[in-house]
């Protein structure tokens, strides 16, 4: 597994799909080990899917690769008895978000239960895995059909493609690794691929790199032949993924076959859509100082555009967007960001630059110490030889004020800076003080409680 350019967010896997052969001949099983535990070691997929194995075979295995876990029951009780379909799994990488086992059968959920046409139990071990690093998650499923019909193998391929299409997280890629015992142009595999009745249409990932390449057998019964279709697949399903490798991993080993298959291999690149973690915040500053907006952003390769009231910001591509020296006209202004990749793109929450006063539009405190239960205002934000024009509301009812003279008014041209207003007979609420003049206006507010 390699991480990309943008840590914690862009993702290869590594996978293996491998038919081990049962165990049931134990001396020869005993010979042929070696090679299947060497072979996964050298490899390392990051998971596999592994068909027609014994539970101690599998036991084996873990303990000869300890940096694999692994997932799955029996085929004939859901426990332990018969083969196993296994999904195993570097274990430092991933957690494994939620599993099970369904059957091939009309009652899919019954252990034991045997499909149409078929003459044994026909399993599919699943789990949903969550990337430790990177928090992506995606669905693999590992499945082994029957080698006794066409039909119980396009009926497995029905049940697989119903059970798949009713998983709980359907914006999650798809793994399928599968020894289907069926060839590319059987109904098993064209209703995986092909069919408009398919929950999802699968990719094959070996004939995305190499559609016409006829050295394609995975099943060789001990000859070592490698002409002809494949039997054994890694499908892969999901938006922004795309293939990067695949292997039949056909050669000789110590003169020796590790199994009556070959191991198969792809790589898959996922590709993540931007996304903004950290939204730009609203900023006040006075006039003439700086203000600064960034954002903090996840995926693959994003291109970054700032804007102001809409438009274009040049050269603003950068997590940080740095204005030297807010004026009049950026008051109220409002920033946002557009971050966008091959995969898609997200628009930030919007930010509004606002420009400081230079000083509170009014003060308030209360002197009810002074034995009066009154409260007053200083008014500070008076321009020099402007008069403004003050007034006082509280639930939009504009109320009498008294001036230093104590004359009653409800409102009040003023001329110079800490003007005092008073105002008697203070009941809870929330005043609303306003002050207006032809180049200024503004409003503080007093909650009483």
């Given at each position: 597994?390699?991480?990309?350019?943008?840590?914690?967010?862009?993702?290869?896997?590594?996978?293996?799909?491998?038919?081990?052969?049962?165990?049931?001949?134990?001396?020869?099983?005993?010979?042929?080990?070696?090679?299947?535990?060497?072979?996964?070691?050298?490899?390392?997929?990051?998971?596999?899917?592994?068909?027609?194995?014994?539970?101690?075979?599998?036991?084996?295995?873990?303990?000869?690769?300890?940096?694999?876990?692994?997932?799955?029951?029996?085929?004939?009780?859901?426990?332990?008895?018969?083969?196993?379909?296994?999904?195993?799994?570097?274990?430092?990488?991933?957690?494994?978000?939620?599993?099970?086992?369904?059957?091939?059968?009309?009652?899919?959920?019954?252990?034991?239960?045997?499909?149409?046409?078929?003459?044994?139990?026909?399993?599919?071990?699943?789990?949903?895995?969550?990337?430790?690093?990177?928090?992506?998650?995606?669905?693999?499923?590992?499945?082994?059909?029957?080698?006794?019909?066409?039909?119980?193998?396009?009926?497995?391929?029905?049940?697989?493609?119903?059970?798949?299409?009713?998983?709980?997280?359907?914006?999650?890629?798809?793994?399928?690794?599968?020894?289907?015992?069926?060839?590319?142009?059987?109904?098993?595999?064209?209703?995986?691929?092909?069919?408009?009745?398919?929950?999802?249409?699968?990719?094959?990932?070996?004939?995305?790199?190499?559609?016409?390449?006829?050295?394609?057998?995975?099943?060789?019964?001990?000859?070592?032949?490698?002409?002809?279709?494949?039997?054994?697949?890694?499908?892969?399903?999901?938006?922004?993924?795309?293939?990067?490798?695949?292997?039949?991993?056909?050669?000789?080993?110590?003169?020796?076959?590790?199994?009556?298959?070959?191991?198969?291999?792809?790589?898959?690149?996922?590709?993540?859509?931007?996304?903004?973690?950290?939204?730009?915040?609203?900023?006040?500053?006075?006039?003439?100082?700086?203000?600064?907006?960034?954002?903090?952003?996840?995926?693959?390769?994003p291109r970054i555009q700032w804007?102001?009231?809409?438009?274009?910001?040049?050269?603003?591509?950068?997590?940080?967007?740095?204005?030297?020296?807010?004026?009049?006209?950026?008051?109220?202004?409002?920033?946002?960001?557009?971050?966008?990749?091959?995969?898609?793109?997200?628009?930030?929450?919007?930010?509004?630059?606002?420009?400081?006063?230079?000083?509170?539009?009014?003060?308030?405190?209360?002197l009810e110490e002074q034995t009066?239960?009154?409260?007053?205002?200083?008014?500070?934000?008076?321009?020099?030889?402007?008069?403004?024009?003050?007034?006082?509301?509280?639930?939009?009812?504009?109320?009498?004020?008294?001036?230093?003279?104590?004359?009653?008014?409800?409102?009040?041209?003023?001329?110079?800076?800490?003007?005092?207003?008073?105002?008697?007979?203070?009941?809870?609420?929330?005043?609303?003080?306003?002050?207006?003049?032809?180049?200024?206006?503004?409003?503080?507010?007093?909650?009483?409680?």
């Amino acid at each position: 597994m390699v991480l990309g350019t943008l840590p914690a967010f862009s993702l290869d896997l590594d996978l293996m799909s491998f038919n081990i052969k049962n165990g049931t001949d134990l001396e020869d099983w005993n010979k042929r080990k070696g090679l299947v535990f060497k072979l996964l070691s050298d490899v390392k997929p990051d998971i596999a899917g592994l068909q027609e194995v014994n539970l101690y075979q599998l036991e084996e295995l873990i303990r000869s690769n300890p940096n694999y876990s692994s997932i799955g029951v029996g085929r004939i009780d859901g426990d332990t008895a018969g083969e196993y379909c296994p999904i195993v799994y570097q274990n430092a990488l991933f957690d494994v978000d939620t599993s099970g086992t369904f059957w091939l059968s009309l009652t899919p959920d019954e252990p034991g239960s045997i499909g149409i046409g078929a003459v044994l139990p026909r399993i599919v071990t699943w789990a949903r895995f969550r990337e430790i690093e990177t928090g992506i998650h995606f669905y693999f499923y590992n499945s082994h059909y029957s080698h006794h019909s066409d039909y119980a193998r396009e009926q497995a391929s029905r049940v697989i493609g119903k059970k798949i299409g009713e998983r709980e997280n359907q914006a999650d890629r798809v793994i399928l690794t599968c020894d289907c015992n069926s060839e590319e142009n059987s109904p098993a595999m064209k209703y995986l691929m092909e069919s408009d009745d398919s929950p999802l249409q699968f990719s094959h990932s070996f004939r995305e790199l190499y559609p016409h390449e006829t050295e394609a057998a995975t099943f060789h019964r001990w000859s070592g032949k490698t002409k002809g279709s494949p039997i054994d697949y890694i499908l892969v399903w999901g938006e922004r993924l795309e293939v990067t490798n695949a292997h039949i991993l056909n050669d000789k080993k110590s003169f020796r076959f590790y199994s009556d298959h070959y191991a198969i291999t792809t790589s898959i690149t996922i590709t993540a859509p931007v996304s903004i973690l950290v939204q730009p915040k609203s900023a006040s500053v006075a006039r003439g100082e700086s203000a600064v907006f960034y954002i903090n952003i996840t995926g693959t390769e994003p291109r970054i555009q700032w804007r102001k009231n809409g438009e274009d910001i040049p050269n603003a591509s950068g997590k940080e967007l740095f204005i030297t020296s807010v004026e009049a006209e950026d008051d109220s202004a409002v920033y946002d960001v557009i971050v966008s990749n091959s995969a898609g793109s997200d628009t930030s929450s919007p930010a509004l630059l606002k420009i400081q006063n230079e000083e509170p539009v009014a003060t308030a405190w209360d002197l009810e110490e002074q034995t009066k239960p009154y409260y007053a205002w200083s008014v500070n934000q008076i321009k020099k030889n402007k008069q403004m024009f003050f007034t006082l509301r509280r639930g939009g009812v504009a109320l009498r004020i008294y001036d230093i003279s104590g004359q009653s008014v409800f409102s009040k041209f003023i001329k110079a800076p800490g003007a005092l207003f008073y105002l008697g007979h203070i009941k809870p609420g929330v005043y609303v003080i306003s002050v207006q003049s032809p180049l200024y206006s503004g409003t503080d507010k007093l909650l009483v409680r």
